[in-house]
């Protein structure tokens, strides 16, 4: 196994692939890849459908799949806000993929028969596959058809991302193998040697205390510990400090306990959702999730400080339990609500990548929400950065 990765600013979309291209094969010891991603960024929108042609005649016998994207990753930089082309090769000796597109109304429901999915991944569990997703966020239901995965692949970890840089419903470009698709989902499977770590930095802290929901209606929330969520809110900001009352106003989330029978809680613990509102007469609150009843959650607070430090231990985590090998390569699928709008400064996630679990090639896109799993469950996330970590089998 062997990675190589490119990223070029070139504003002539032929030229940058020629580059790149080159770069990647240069990388590759000369060799042609296996598997070739693509991330187009927006300013190329008018060339999009051009991109698979252009690929092809550097790369006769590869693979292709990626996305259009609002920015790129290669070659360990992020380009944001201006032409972007990023190329991530690999050489996959005993690696398998099979790549499938699907419109929503192909997918199977939820809990369709096992073979049913089966049949339409052309893919079966015993397999032992690991997927790639990246889909279009005007006109697929992500969620649902992660849930479905989930369930007739337990094991199978699924990374990825909703495509950005589309200017208008249908401009969205997904690419594979030699097709280019404006709508639905781009699959991606690997079989054989290759083993995939997904990991996901959500970027929150929490504050308060976890509480019990006693009483809520799909994503409408009641009652938090037998109390209205208005007047725990109002106790809450009252406790907190100066900084964070400014950030309880402007980037305050809800997280959802992946456990409700843990006897305490870390970072990392909670699936982060968005909170969508207050009902002005009940104090009610609505969030951007179905919340049983008896489940736990904790309020959260995002700013650029705690989205580094959950990303420092979200990565230390990773790297010291599985150290990478020379012969790696990693995909980042970042929220476009990264990058340089928060923290101020280019690159640093994937400088924070390479610091902290390794040097190896590494590419990936700006995203309109990332694909990961948190605690063997796969979601649909926002302002996170979820890396897909390739590597031989043991």
Not at 120 to 148: H, I, K
Request: proline letters at 6%; hydrophobic letters at 40%; charged letters at 20%.
């Amino acid at each position: 196994m062997r990675w190589a990765s490119a990223v070029e600013t070139d504003s002539n979309l032929s030229s940058a692939v020629e580059r790149a291209a080159g770069t990647v094969f240069a990388g590759l010891g000369r060799q042609e890849p296996d598997l070739v991603f693509v991330f187009v960024g927006a300013d190329h929108a008018p060339r999009f459908d051009t991109v698979i042609d252009l690929l092809l005649r550097e790369f006769e016998s590869a693979f292709v799949f990626g996305c259009c994207a609002g920015g790129v990753i290669g070659g360990g930089r992020e380009i944001e806000d201006r032409p972007g082309l990023s190329l991530t090769g690999a050489l996959l000796p005993g690696v398998k993929f099979k790549g499938t597109h699907l419109d929503a109304a192909q997918v199977p429901p939820v809990f369709a028969e096992t073979r049913v999915w089966e049949d339409t991944l052309r893919m079966t569990a015993n397999q032992q596959p690991a997927f790639l997703l990246l889909a279009d966020p005007y006109s697929f239901e992500t969620e649902t058809y992660v849930r479905g995965l989930d369930r007739v692949y337990p094991l199978a970890p699924k990374i990825g991302g909703l495509a950005s840089g589309a200017r208008q419903v249908g401009g969205t470009a997904l690419y594979l193998g030699n097709q280019v698709y404006h709508s639905g989902c781009v699959t991606l499977a690997l079989t054989g040697n290759i083993e995939l770590d997904a990991v996901v930095a959500q970027g929150c802290r929490p504050i308060g205390d976890p509480m019990f929901v006693t009483l809520a209606h799909e994503n409408l929330i009641r009652e938090l510990d037998k109390r209205p969520p208005r007047e725990v809110m109002a106790r809450l900001f009252e406790r907190l400090p100066a900084a964070d009352r400014e950030l309880f106003s402007q980037s305050l989330f809800l997280g959802l306990a992946m456990r409700a029978d843990a006897s305490e809680y870390q970072p990392g613990d909670f699936l982060i959702r968005n909170i969508l509102g207050m009902d002005p007469q009940s104090g009610a609150l609505w969030v951007s999730a179905t919340v049983p009843g008896n489940s736990v959650v904790q309020f959260h607070l995002r700013d650029a400080a705690t989205s580094a430090n959950d990303l420092v231990r979200t990565l230390t985590g990773y790297g010291a339990s599985r150290p990478l090998p020379p012969d790696a390569g990693a995909l980042l699928f970042s929220c476009a609500g990264r990058g340089m709008e928060l923290y101020g400064q280019a690159d640093h996630d994937s400088n924070a990548f390479r610091r902290l679990v390794g040097d190896v090639p590494l590419g990936g896109f700006f995203c309109s929400g990332e694909i990961g799993p948190i605690h063997n469950a796969t979601y649909l996330h926002g302002y996170t950065s979820a890396f897909a970590v390739f590597r031989e089998k043991k």
